[in-house]
């Protein structure tokens, strides 16, 4: 096992920090609260189009009730579109916007 002096763990946290920085997806997909589709609906909805968890989508559509809004994915333009037509052609209200600060 090598051994690492404290600037080198330093400097390796800070490289760790600059490279997630480096990697924040360009877009979100944004489902909004319409007041009209069930919670099942939309947690079946994000399982099936997101590929989220049961649990996963369950917290989103909390927050979404909640909230109003939620980004449910990030990705590129290219990954997010099919999803959120798909999202759309079940009745969701979704949209795709731009991260902040890209």
Not at 5 to 32: C, F, G, H, K, M
Not at 35 to 62: K, M
Not at 68 to 96: N, Q, W
Request: aromatic share 8%.
């Amino acid at each position: 096992m090598a051994y690492q002096t404290e600037t080198e763990r330093s400097t390796q946290t800070w490289e760790d920090v600059l490279v997630a920085e480096d990697e924040q997806l360009p877009y979100n997909l944004i489902v909004w609260n319409d007041e009209v589709n069930t919670f099942d609906w939309v947690i079946q909805s994000l399982v099936e189009v997101c590929n989220h968890s049961p649990e996963q989508a369950e917290q989103c559509a909390l927050i979404i009730h909640f909230n109003g809004k939620y980004a449910v994915k990030s990705g590129e333009i290219r990954e997010l579109k099919p999803m959120c037509e798909a999202l759309l052609d079940r009745g969701l209200s979704a949209t795709i916007e731009e991260t902040v600060g890209s």
